[in-house]
């Protein structure tokens, strides 16, 4: 099992870029989810999948939207990309249900860098 | 309402010595604690995880973790360090009830010098 894939590993976009990030899982997991990472601050939800065909938004949603075109991939796509997009984005999927089953532990990708200029 | 907090930005110990990484939390109800370890550029791996059950949790490559709930912490130890735990420590609630919305704490970066 590969576990959970993101492509690519590294991106550096102009402002007003557009790109898309893809996520793909192995696991037959129902949930799927669109983390940042930036310095001091943790992982921030921007949206999730709780399964295949429903989306909803996280805690930083503004400036991306996603797809969920199976139930194997989850991307997430910034139309205009902006510096403060600058981070690094995960993966992760679960076996449970969007934000439900407290006790699932999720499954994270490699991350992807992400350099707006 | 749920938060987490991790007490320390930074921990620097020496190998061969005992590891503390301290994590308090805030929760309506009873909730699933977690701790993951993120190597530098990689993902983030699972460590342990609290549910309910035992209140000390053992995880993977010697650390445990002990759910305190009077003092509302669930620290994460290990009693001797190796070179590669060095590494970024996430403490992270999830509350059972009512949306089990997932909180990430910011992060603790452990240094373990040789």
């Known amino acids: 099992n590969a576990g959970v894939t993101q492509t690519p590993k590294f991106q550096v976009l102009k402002t007003g870029q557009s790109m898309t990030l893809q996520c793909a899982q192995d696991?037959?997991?129902?949930?799927m989810y669109w983390y940042r990472q930036d310095p001091g601050m943790g992982l921030r939800l921007i949206y999730y999948?709780?399964?295949?065909?429903?989306?909803d938004k996280g805690e930083v949603p503004n400036g991306y939207n996603v797809s969920r075109l199976n139930k194997r991939e989850f991307s997430l796509r910034l139309e205009s990309a902006a510096p403060s997009q600058t981070s690094v984005y995960f993966c992760?999927?679960?076996?449970?249900?969007?934000?439900?089953?407290?006790?699932?532990?999720?499954?994270f990708g490699p991350g992807t860098r992400l350099t707006v200029t | 309402a749920q938060s987490v907090t991790q007490l320390d930005s930074h921990v620097s110990v020496s190998e061969g010595t005992p590891v503390l990484l301290r994590c308090n939390y805030s929760?309506?109800?009873?909730?699933?604690l977690f701790w993951y370890v993120q190597h530098p550029n990689k993902g983030l791996q699972l460590l342990l995880k609290?549910?309910?059950?035992?209140?000390l949790v053992k995880g993977i490559n010697g650390f445990e973790a002990e759910f305190k709930k009077s003092e509302t912490s669930f620290h994460l130890t290990k009693p001797s360090a190796h070179m590669s735990d060095a590494a970024e420590y996430f403490c992270?609630?999830?509350?059972?009830?009512?949306?089990?919305?997932?909180?990430f704490g910011a992060g603790t970066r452990l240094f373990v010098k040789a």
């Open positions: 992760a999927s679960m076996s449970g249900g969007g934000l439900a089953g407290g006790t699932y532990e999720q499954y």
């Open positions: 696991m037959n997991h129902n949930s």
């Open positions: 999948s709780a399964s295949e065909g429903t989306t």
């Open positions: 929760s309506s109800y009873s909730p699933s």
């Open positions: 609290y549910t309910s059950a035992a209140t």
């Open positions: 992270v609630v999830r509350g059972n009830t009512g949306g089990f919305k997932t909180i």
